[in-house]
């Protein structure tokens, strides 16, 4: 019996008039894996969780949650997914027992419900101590703590999450990986990051972007074959191995971005993935991107 996929990118495009943010970006994740979503800065991670969550539409292609269609079943699907944007939805006037009880309500969740997820919430979130104050006096760690908890409400069985260790200090992310780790035991996981440590520490299979294109996807241990972490990501991402040609009109992998990207998925079947000028391989290289007309991390 196949896995059920839970994440699912089919072709993905996001263009503003003539500039790529992000093409043909295809993959598939399926119940209970943890998946780190890596790339440099701009290379259109936010881009392609914004449109996986229904936040941002896509130029091209569809996107779904548990099955769901994010554009056209965008109500049932939200019901599935907890979404962590890199800058929360946070009401800093709030408390974060009001925040919490505002979204609840909002998702209409019933009142004994409510009280038995807020609970919950509140204790796997550690906000016991926080519950009173005002947001803007938070600290970062339990702002973060606060946006996982929005997250958790609901008990969605897909968590997407955007940078949800930039700005912790090392106590506060190494608690932040365990709270991960633990919810990757019953959901769906995938989250960006730029700490390549957090891939070994929690992740289950890369999914690695680059101008926009995907170049990657495999396991870490793939992924690093060749020799540590940095150096594959950087022979991916770095000193022009995976370039764009002038205009955007074709577009080159270089040796080493192939064999890596190639060889092993997370399944471990070797997927092939269109580049611009039709090329068949697991990854592909692209323009730089943005959101909104600016640089998407």
């Known amino acids: 019996m196949s896995e059920r996929t839970m994440i699912e990118a089919k072709g993905l495009c996001k263009f503003y008039g003539s500039f790529v943010a992000v093409q043909d970006i295809t993959f598939q994740i399926p119940d209970g894996q943890i998946v780190a979503f890596l790339g440099p800065n701009g290379a259109g991670k936010s881009t392609t969780m914004k449109i996986l969550s229904g936040y941002l539409g896509a130029s091209a292609g569809s996107a779904s949650i548990a099955g769901f269609d994010v554009r056209r079943d965008r109500l049932a699907m939200s019901r599935h997914l907890g979404y962590l944007p890199e800058n929360g ?7 974060p027992l009001e925040l919490l009880r505002f979204f609840g309500e909002a998702r ?23 519950l009173e104050k005002p947001i803007d006096k938070l600290s970062r760690g339990n702002k973060q703590r606060v946006g996982l908890a929005q997250a958790l409400l609901h008990d969605p069985d897909v968590l997407i999450m955007d940078e949800p260790t930039a700005g912790l200090d090392p106590n506060q992310i190494r608690d932040f990986r365990q709270d991960i780790r633990l919810l990757g035991q019953t959901k769906t996981v995938l989250l960006s990051t730029h700490i390549l440590q957090e891939v070994d520490a929690i992740a ?28 594959s990501f950087y022979a991916l991402t770095g000193n022009g191995s995976a370039s764009s040609e002038a205009g955007g009109e074709e577009t080159r992998i270089d040796e080493t971005a192939a064999g890596l990207a190639g060889e092993d998925t997370a399944n471990g079947e070797a997927t092939g993935r269109g580049t611009a000028n039709g090329d068949k391989i697991n990854g592909g290289a692209a323009n730089p991107k943005a959101t909104n007309g600016e640089a998407d991390e």
């Open 204 to 231: 289950d299979r890369v999914l690695l972007i680059h101008e926009g294109r995907l170049v990657f996807d495999g396991t870490p241990d793939t992924l690093q074959r060749e020799g540590t972490l940095e150096e």
């Open 89 to 95: 939805p946070l009401y800093q006037n709030m408390t």
């Open 108 to 130: 209409g969740l019933e009142r004994g419900l409510l009280a038995r997820r807020l609970d919950y919430v509140i204790d796997r979130c550690s906000l016991d101590q926080a």
